[in-house]
């Protein structure tokens, strides 16, 4: 007998006997996992909450909470390559408020809410073991057809989902609820699970925060239950108003958010991007180029024009300044602000006749050098009001409060308030400035508004969170020119503005 041939038989028939325990454990893994994602969801009720529990494969084990079209909350909960979603698929907003209401179920709640999660978790995980087993034993045993070949996959699949649960109860981090990250419309509003800072990393802290964030979820979606009814065609044209930044780098969150949230064609910014115009300050536009739709820029009085060429530079950007461009099927005219205020050495005219008659004289133009335009945007409420009859909608800011008036033109006249929270000047006042931004809704073939929801995130500090939807009563309306250019409009045109 050759040894030799031998021993190299023995190696091969090794070696295969290797790659085919290979195969099977890959095909039985897989298998496991297709089983998981086919049938390991459940669907439990935890408090007013009605809600989808499912296990993902993850290479970073989290723990992700998904409060759309809110947002998202993620928590490092553990590191096995596990991750569980749960979904808030709907909200009884009757026994919601119930809970919310009745002081008798202050103390219980918790409890309650822990109690029903728990039982929600624990019947995940056995859908799991079962739907994977399953999947592993079913698997290889169509792959291989062999019944040896099915049990050493099923014990493949009891080898790792063991594994799994050890790493998971081995990595278990309960204090990760306090320290989540934010996704969505949430980013805006860390508050939602309380103050991470003052709360002491203990069980009963862990059940109080569990209660808390689901109450304010709850009262988060009774507030979008509540909006007028408006089932916006999947065809309008979205557009994202936002102004007065002031270099608080939380807008671009916002934004970023509200964009992907709300399907967002078109960002218009009505200016003061920046505080002071200089050339540090042109790295915080950088961000525009990220955000994946078009974003129109008129400067502001906090602008300078080197701030203008910055936003020009970046791509997307669609600097407005006395022209007019076509942006996703709106024709929109915008006009920068005349003054620098940061620029001491010049002498700031801000009457408000000079500035009315500024805009006087620009809306005769656009009158004589454009055709008509579907959008009028611009900095100052003052120099807009004055194209009142221009075009059916006239965007502002400025101000730093929202408000909206219908002219007897039949233009509407919106004003932005401070998608910053005024920046830096939120310290200067015992109030703070919101942060707010605004979804307008065009009808894709007139171009004529229809519907907008004003977003109002409370300021620093403030831990509110509001959306309101407001409805064009006659979208068709008739736009009519001024009558007269005389001198700057005084009356009701120019009265105070209902927020």
């Given amino acids: 007998m050759d040894f030799r041939r031998w021993t190299q038989g023995a190696r091969r028939l090794a070696t295969g006997r290797i790659a085919r325990a290979a195969v099977i454990v890959i095909v039985a893994v897989a298998s496991a996992w297709l089983g998981i994602a086919a049938g390991g969801p459940v669907r439990a009720t935890v408090g007013p909450v009605e809600t989808g529990m499912s296990a993902e494969f993850s290479w970073t084990g989290e723990t992700v909470v998904d409060a759309r079209p809110l947002g998202a909350l993620l928590f490092d909960t553990h590191d096995a390559p596990i991750r569980l979603r749960m979904t808030l698929e709907n909200i009884d907003t009757e026994r919601a408020r119930t809970m919310l209401e009745d002081p008798r179920l202050a103390d219980r709640l918790p409890a309650l809410l822990e109690k029903e999660l728990s039982e929600g978790v624990g019947e995940l995980i056995l859908r799991v073991i079962v739907c994977g087993l399953a999947g592993a034993l079913i698997g290889c045993l169509i792959v291989f057809r062999r019944?040896?070949?099915?049990?050493?996959?099923?014990?493949?699949?009891?080898?790792?989902?063991?594994?799994?649960?050890t790493a998971a109860i081995m990595t278990y981090r309960p204090d990760s609820v306090v320290e989540p990250e934010y996704s969505g419309l949430l980013a805006g509003a860390p508050s939602l699970v309380g103050d991470a800072e003052s709360i002491v990393t203990r069980f009963e802290s862990y059940r109080g925060q569990l209660a808390k964030l689901v109450n304010n979820v709850s009262q988060l979606y009774d507030t979008v239950s509540a909006l007028p009814v408006y089932d916006a065609d999947p065809?309008?044209?979205?557009?994202?108003?936002?102004?007065?930044?002031?270099?608080?780098?939380?807008?671009?969150?916002?934004?970023?958010?509200i964009t992907t949230q709300f399907k967002i064609d078109v960002i218009v910014d009505t200016g003061d991007i920046t505080d002071h115009g200089t050339g540090p300050e042109d790295n915080f536009v950088e961000e525009i180029g990220d955000l994946g739709v078009p974003y129109v820029f008129v400067r502001g009085n906090h602008d300078s024009r080197a701030t203008q060429r910055a936003v020009a530079r970046q791509k997307g950007a669609v600097v407005l300044d006395d022209s007019v461009e076509t942006v996703a099927g709106l024709r929109i005219y915008g006009l920068g602000d005349p003054r620098f205020t940061p620029d001491k050495s010049v002498v700031v005219d801000s009457d408000p006749d000079s500035l009315a008659a500024l805009g006087r004289a620009h809306a005769v133009r656009l009158?004589?050098?454009?055709?008509?335009?579907?959008?009028?945007?611009?900095?100052?409420?003052?120099?807009?009001?004055?194209?009142?009859?221009?075009?059916?909608?006239?965007?502002?800011?400025?101000?730093?409060?929202?408000?909206?008036?219908?002219?007897?033109?039949?233009?509407?006249?919106?004003?932005?308030?401070?998608?910053?929270?005024?920046?830096?000047?939120?310290?200067?006042?015992?109030?703070?400035?919101?942060?707010?931004?605004?979804?307008?809704?065009?009808?894709?073939?007139?171009?004529r508004l229809r519907a907008w929801d004003d977003i109002t995130l409370g300021g620093l500090g403030e831990q509110s969170v509001q959306i309101q939807r407001h409805l064009e009563n006659d979208p068709g309306r008739t736009i009519s020119p001024e009558p007269t250019i005389g001198p700057s409009p005084t009356g009701s045109t120019a009265g105070p503005e209902t927020p």
């Fill in 147 to 165: 019944p040896r070949a099915a049990l050493a996959g099923l014990l493949s699949g009891v080898v790792m989902m063991a594994g799994i649960g």
């Fill in 235 to 257: 065809t309008a044209i979205r557009v994202l108003h936002v102004s007065d930044i002031h270099l608080n780098l939380i807008s671009w969150n916002l934004i970023r958010s």
């Fill in 367 to 447: 009158a004589q050098a454009f055709e008509p335009v579907d959008l009028v945007a611009v900095h100052d409420p003052t120099i807009a009001r004055s194209f009142s009859g221009s075009a059916p909608m006239i965007l502002a800011g400025h101000a730093h409060a929202r408000s909206t008036e219908l002219m007897p033109s039949g233009s509407r006249m919106l004003v932005q308030g401070s998608t910053g929270g005024a920046g830096l000047r939120a310290l200067e006042h015992d109030e703070p400035t919101p942060v707010m931004a605004s979804v307008l809704y065009f009808d894709r073939e007139t171009h």
